[in-house]
């Protein structure tokens, strides 16, 4: 039988983890099966653990479940600690069930290896303090930014992240927090994230454009088929260059897949098929 691996989530037809984890698999020769599995609202601990139980070898673990998965985590990794979400699980030698947030390591991969972009130094503002924001801050701290200011419409969840994640910063890096009236007539930032959902109804965060400048770069952790409203701003408003999440979707499948297979596979091919297919759509 070969190992058995899936996506849990709920809805979760529009997964793409299937896809890119057969891509992985063939690519390395590694003999494993992959499903989207949809999982009632009220049987996520029990799903996860027949699942194990019955062979299951690892999970990844999409909305609306993450932070279900922190609690059901008897060891975390820190960076999943942190994120106080779990986007992959798996069970150790000695049967407790495993829990890392592959999302802050994903987009930093993403940026650094496929974007070639520089994090050391830079100066960054994240939009939004959700929980996909909490998720990439310790993977941003630890590549070396020199500065992250994070906005929200609510500025107090903006300050609660920057007061947790206080001590976890070198000297050499500051973070910081606003409300996006703040930011008007700011200096611009080398990199923009926008770390909020508005992209999934084609609206806008409310951030002035003085925060783009010729040399920045605009990030949107959303993907579609088409630019996302969020580039399209960012184009609108010259920008060096404006990103969206699909590459981080492949490189924290490709981190998940390390830690199940101990195999880091190459992303870049998987990317292109990816991106193909969607244009396809």
Known sequence: M?????????????????????????????????????????AFDETVIHFFNNQGKGLNITLPFKEQAWKLATQKTLRAELAGAVNT????????????NTDGVGLVNDLLHNQSLRLKDSRVLILGAGGAVRGVLLPLIEAGCNEIMIVNRTVEKAQQLVVEFKPLLPKSTQLLAASYQELQQSQAYDLIINGTSASLDASLPPVDSSVVGAHTCCYDMMYAARPTAFCQWAVQHHAARAIDGLGMLVEQAAEAFLCWRGIKPETSPVIALLRQSLAHQ
């Open 2 to 42: 070969l190992d058995q691996y899936a996506v849990f989530g709920n809805p979760i037809s529009h997964s793409k983890s299937p896809f890119i984890h057969d891509c992985f698999a063939r690519q390395q020769g590694q003999r494993m099966q992959y499903r989207a599995i949809e999982v009632a609202l009220d």
């Open 89 to 100: 699980l798996w069970r150790n030698e000695s049967g407790e069930v495993c829990g890392d």
